[in-house]
């Protein structure tokens, strides 16, 4: 799926359900929404049989079967009424400009109301087109945060060089296994290796989760890493806490999920979900304090800095940042004294 990509069909139905969808990374690149009027979509409704045999649907008016053995088993599915259609209906347009505002402008609104050879091949035509952005250059964007701001931690990349059979990922793996703090040489070295590869430089890049302080910042343009955005998030440490102090594990598939969020769907999950030590409250606040008290001298060395709200859904957040991105910096006055 990663490779060759995915569709989600009638999903999400509310604005709810589609803020859990980014949250938990399923963020789609094209939403194409399919619109007729109510009294087409009744009508469409009311003509649907079922195969009691095969489970394949028919329609009396767009696709009857030739088959007179069919057409005989043929019957109309539970739910279908006018009364019951019309009641989907309204609470589809009391959902719908929630889901909208969710997804802003990656949404596509095409007519279903016409052939469905015609309405297939704009959709079709739709997402062959790469995604629209009006960012002038290409993106170079540090993206500073909390721990439970929404960003992904560099801590990935280095465990990637940590399972490789490299001289370097032999000596980053101890420090990984010991829970202690990669040194700065090295995550600077590995950075640099990455951003300055021919497509980074061409597509751009984004650094979540570095750098830490602002030593680690001074570091950085000694190791050509020059970042012409830097994105703050800002989210309460309430907030924080909620968000990963509630987290639990399901020991026999890997899942993982969360009280308020996404609670286990069966009891027999639920009594067996486990805490991760490092998501424990007293770990989160003392990560959550450590950060407060390394970024206020990382906000005043990035002085064209850009402060988000991060409690908010995904999607807004990354409106914003993409607004940002359009519009130029502004012009310094220098000033001759």
């Known amino acids: 799926m990663l490779f060759s990509g995915w569709i989600l069909e009638g999903i999400p139905d509310s604005r709810e359900f589609a803020r859990s969808l980014q949250v938990h990374g399923i963020i789609p690149r094209h939403v194409v929404v399919l619109y007729a009027p109510d009294i087409v ?14 489970g394949e649907v028919y329609h009396t008016t767009f696709d009857w079967p030739t088959d007179d053995s069919i057409r005989w088993r043929l019957k109309a599915p539970k739910g279908i009424s006018e009364k019951e259609t019309s009641k989907r209906l309204l609470e589809y347009h009391r959902n719908f400009p929630g889901i909208v ?21 704009q959709v079709l035509s739709h997402v062959r087109q790469p995604p629209h952005t009006d960012s002038p250059f290409s993106a170079r964007i540090l993206l500073c945060g909390p721990p439970g701001s929404g960003k992904i931690c560099c801590e990935q990349m280095l465990k990637e060089a940590a399972t490789g059979d490299t001289k370097l990922g032999k000596f980053i793996k ?25 497509g980074c430089y061409i597509r751009g890049w984004v650094l979540h ?22 994105f703050f998030l800002n989210v309460p440490a309430e907030t924080i806490l909620e968000r990963l102090s509630y987290t639990m ?23 067996r979900l486990l805490i991760n030590p490092k998501e424990m409250e007293e770990t989160i606040r ?11 001298s990382l906000e005043e060395y990035f002085e064209d800095a850009i402060f988000i709200n991060g409690d908010q859904d995904p999607q807004t957040v990354f409106e914003y940042i993409e607004s940002y991105m359009i519009k130029p910096l502004p012009v310094k006055e220098i000033w001759d004294l």
């Open 41 to 54: 979509l009744i009508e469409r409704n009311l003509g649907k049989r079922v195969d009691e045999i095969t």
């Open 209 to 230: 989760g570095f750098p830490k302080d602002e030593d680690q910042a001074r570091r950085m343009p000694g190791a050509g890493i020059y970042p012409n955005r830097v």
């Open 286 to 296: 003392s990560k959550v304090d450590l950060y407060f008290r390394l970024s206020g």
């Open 249 to 271: 594990v399901d020991p026999v598939s890997g899942e993982r999920y969360h009280t308020l969020y996404k609670p286990a769907i069966t009891k027999e999950i639920n009594d």
């Open 174 to 198: 101890p420090y990984l296994d010991g829970g202690w703090p990669v040194p700065d040489k090295v995550v600077i070295k590995l950075l640099s290796r990455q951003i300055n590869r021919v």
């Open 101 to 121: 505002q969710s997804f802003g402008k990656s949404i596509k609104l095409i007519n279903a109301d016409q052939p469905c050879a015609d309405a297939f091949w």
